[in-house]
């Protein structure tokens, strides 16, 4: 089974920044679209960004558009969240994601990471 381990969240003054990793395990990163996803208290899921197989194409919400910029290293099996300029809106628990198919402005999630903690202070 494919298991993604986010890391690197924590606690940033408002106009600060946090990079997040997520290490996916397996032979096959390559071949998986990924992508970040966050969640806070009472509010839905919703989409960050995602990253093509190749690395080239991306895509982001709106809200985070201009701030945030994922990438990948398939050589090392990982996708990284750069957040920068981070906001109290940005504060959520943010998961790490892979899927086999695109979805419309997201992916079509098969793997989920355990999620890790982003806090900004105001």
């Known amino acids: 089974q494919v298991q993604l381990v986010e890391s690197g969240g924590g606690l940033v003054q408002a106009g600060g920044s946090l990079r997040l990793s997520c290490a996916v395990s397996g032979r096959t990163f390559s071949t998986y679209l990924m992508g970040w996803f966050r969640q806070a208290p009472g509010k839905d899921r919703e989409f960050v960004a995602r990253i093509s197989r190749s690395g080239v194409t991306t895509y982001y919400s709106d809200s985070v558009q201009g701030r945030f910029t994922i990438s990948r290293d398939n050589a090392k099996n990982t996708v990284y969240l750069q957040m920068n300029s981070l906001k109290p809106e940005d504060t959520a628990t943010y998961y790490c994601?892979?899927?086999?198919?695109?979805?419309?402005?997201?992916?079509?999630?098969?793997?989920w990471g355990q999620g890790t903690q982003v806090t900004v202070s105001s």
């Open positions: 994601a892979a899927g086999s198919r695109y979805g419309s402005s997201t992916i079509e999630v098969d793997y």
